[in-house]
């Protein structure tokens, strides 16, 4: 089992940007895949960006793809998600999760065995 510690949620203005950190611990290795997720008041929760950790492959819904970045300091069994030009619409409880995967990762809850703690971003207008 892995453990994921989340941390970088807050308030944020619009159009400002924001940076959540996601580090991985409890194991060996660098095979595995990391999700981002998030869950607006009122909304089901939503796969928003991944990346496996040992070859760098990254998907993004496309509603985001141009304004989230997922990255990964390996090393550090860190990883991020940098958001920029933030709206209201962003205002949610995010989630990075994990799975052992090589070479893929899934925008789909359902794929990932461990979940870190969540943390609130709040965007004001």
Same mark, same amino acid.
């Given at each position: 089992?892995?453990?994921?510690?989340?941390?970088?949620?807050?308030?944020?203005?619009?159009?400002?940007?924001?940076?959540?950190?996601?580090?991985?611990?409890?194991?060996?290795?660098?095979? *595995?895949?990391?999700?981002?997720?998030?869950?607006?008041?009122?909304?089901?929760?939503?796969?928003?960006?991944?990346?496996? !950790?040992?070859?760098?492959?990254?998907?993004?819904?496309?509603?985001?793809?141009?304004?989230?970045?997922?990255?990964?300091?390996? *090393?550090?069994?860190?990883? *991020?998600?940098?958001?920029?030009?933030? !709206?209201?619409?962003?205002?949610?409880? *995010?989630?990075?999760?994990?799975?052992?995967?090589?070479?893929?990762?899934?925008?789909?809850?359902?794929?990932?065995?461990?979940?870190?703690?969540?943390?609130?971003?709040?965007?004001?207008?």
């Amino acid at each position: 089992e892995m453990q994921l510690a989340q941390s970088g949620g807050g308030v944020v203005q619009a159009g400002g940007s924001l940076t959540l950190s996601c580090a991985v611990s409890g194991f060996g290795g660098d095979d *595995y895949a990391v999700g981002w997720f998030r869950q607006a008041p009122g909304k089901e929760r939503e796969g928003i960006a991944c990346i496996g !950790n040992s070859d760098g492959t990254t998907y993004y819904q496309d509603s985001v793809k141009d304004r989230f970045t997922v990255s990964t300091a390996t *090393y550090k069994k860190t990883l *991020y998600l940098h958001i920029v030009d933030l !709206n209201p619409e962003d205002t949610a409880d *995010y989630y990075c999760a994990a799975v052992w995967a090589a070479g893929v990762c899934f925008l789909t809850g359902r794929e990932y065995d461990d979940w870190g703690q969540g943390t609130q971003v709040t965007v004001s207008s």
